[in-house]
């Protein structure tokens, strides 16, 4: 099966879908659409998506001679309500292959109760750089924060370079502060052990002065940085 039947069309309106790999029944991405977006995306026919970690996987997957899994988890839905299943979804998976959180996932995504008492008792930051802002997964976090920060994004390096600090945010507030040294190509030559990724860019650094940290870690960053939808994980502050 790789289409619905045009009569049931109307009655699918939106709807939330993992893909899965077959090889070992692993979740790598998360996505909403109507009609047979489903289909099209399992079989890498998505415009855009050549150069992504996600499309990668589904070559690989195609390439052993497997065919890309899939679960629709809810239909009939509008499409607000599509996004907030997406966003939930995306957040139980972490490590999965989507760029960005989801909608509403920087404002009112997973958390601890002593996270969402922090979020909203933080003072919004007033940036006094130039910043670059690097929205970093939560579990990619979890070994090393400057890891997680410096590895592996899709940027004008001519534009990062002029950065005087970057900073990582998760949720809305900033939780940690970096200096940049050098961007160089993100390639397992320049990173051992590192994916390799086309096309993006990583940063050789160090953690920025205490003064700094102190100046912008823990607070939130301003809601003009903050627009529902936006699936850019870099932002710039210049």
Not at 185 to 199: D, L, Q
Request: aromatic content about 12%; cysteine-free; charged content about 25%.
């Amino acid at each position: 099966m790789n289409t619905f039947p045009n009569e049931i069309l109307p009655k699918l309106k939106y709807y939330v879908y993992r893909l899965i790999d077959p090889r070992n029944g692993e979740t790598f991405y998360v996505g909403k659409g109507k009609g047979n977006r489903v289909f099209s995306h399992a079989d890498g026919e998505i415009d855009g998506d050549s150069l992504t970690e996600k499309m990668t996987r589904i070559r690989q997957i195609l390439l052993s001679g497997f065919k890309v899994a899939h679960v629709i988890h809810r239909h009939g839905l509008d499409e607000k309500s599509a996004f907030e299943v997406e966003a939930a979804l995306i957040d139980a998976y972490p490590g999965i292959t989507n760029i960005s959180g989801g909608h509403g996932t920087s404002q009112f995504g997973i958390m601890h109760a002593e996270e969402i008492l922090r979020r909203y008792q933080a003072e919004t930051a007033e940036f006094e750089h130039k910043i670059l802002l690097i929205n970093v997964n939560r579990s990619a976090t979890e070994n090393s924060l400057y890891e997680a920060t410096r590895y592996a994004w899709r940027l004008s390096t001519k534009k990062a370079e002029k950065a005087n600090y970057i900073l990582p945010i998760q949720q809305g507030l900033i939780v940690g502060a970096f200096i940049a040294t050098e961007w160089i190509e993100a390639t397992p030559e320049n990173f051992p052990g590192r994916e390799a990724f086309g096309g993006r860019w990583a940063f050789i650094g160090k953690e920025a002065p205490d003064k700094i940290k102190k100046l912008y870690v823990g607070k939130l960053i301003p809601d003009k940085y903050r627009k529902q939808g936006a699936a850019n994980p870099i932002k710039y502050s210049y």
